[in-house]
Antibody, heavy 112, light 112 residues
Framework: EVQLVESGGGLVQPGGSLRLSCAAS????????MNWVRQATGKSLEWVAA???????YYPGSVKGRFTISRENAKNSLYLQMNSLRAGDTAVYYC??????WGQGTMVTVSS | DIVMAQTPLSSPVTLGQPASISCRSS???????????LSWLQQRPGQPPRLLIY???NRFSGVPDRFSGSGAGTDFTLKISRVEAEDVGVYYC?????????FGQGTKLEIK
């Protein structure tokens, strides 16, 4: 069974950092593009980062320079390093294989 | 950025009746490879998003055939032939033709 399990969310102060992880299983992780997508409470979805099979990375302007997506194929794991966090980054963060299979999400709250 | 505009934002439907959601993109979604990466996602209450339709009209694995997608150019439609109670939730269109990937505002499907 294909499964994605996010972890690493929590409460962080504005300006702080957090690293999210996504553990993948049930498929050949290295063969797929991976994404992070977030959703603030009661809001629509917002794409946050993508990484290709070759390690190429893409970001929207809202997080470029602050967030870094990476992958470790040997560990079937995806990461999102988030720096200089702001209140507007508060959301549930989903890991997604391509944009087909989604994890359950991990909550990130940025507040003092 | 490509803006995805959905209508209606709310759709009360009687069980067993059809439902239709429209999505309009602010520019063409034709990728350089000739494909149109327009997808539809369902998010049931308290659940992560789930892919229903990809590349305009292709049902994802396990999606009931009462869901169908159509469209061309910048106008796309998701149809549910006969709404069931389990279809309650929010539906999003999404484009993955061009970075940054973008989502519609969401359409809330509820039972009358």
């Amino acid at each position: 069974e294909v499964q994605l399990v996010e972890s690493g969310g929590g409460l962080v102060q504005p300006g702080g950092s957090l690293r999210l992880s996504c553990a993948a299983s049930g498929f050949t992780f290295s063969s797929y593009d991976m994404n992070w997508v977030r959703q603030a409470t009661g809001k629509s979805l917002e794409w946050v980062a993508a990484i290709g099979t070759a390690g190429d990375t893409y970001y929207p302007g809202s997080v470029k320079g602050r967030f870094t997506i990476s992958r470790e194929n040997a560990k079937n794991s995806l990461y999102l390093q988030m720096n200089s966090l702001r209140a507007g980054d508060t959301a549930v963060y989903y890991c997604a294989r391509g944009l087909t299979i989604w994890g359950q999400g991990t909550m990130v709250t940025v507040s003092s | 950025d490509i803006v995805m505009a959905q209508t209606p934002l709310s759709s009360p439907v009687t069980l067993g009746q059809p439902a239709s959601i429209s999505c309009r993109s602010s520019q063409s979604l034709v990728h350089s490879d000739g494909n149109i990466y327009l997808s539809w996602l369902q998010q049931r209450p308290g659940q992560p998003p789930r892919l229903l339709i990809y590349k305009i009209s292709n049902r994802f694995s396990g999606v009931p055939d009462r869901f169908s997608g159509s469209g061309a150019g910048t106008d796309f439609t998701l149809k549910i032939s006969r709404v069931e109670a389990e279809d309650v939730g929010v539906y999003y269109c999404m484009q993955a033709t061009q970075f940054p990937y973008t989502f519609g505002q969401g359409t809330k499907l509820e039972i009358k």
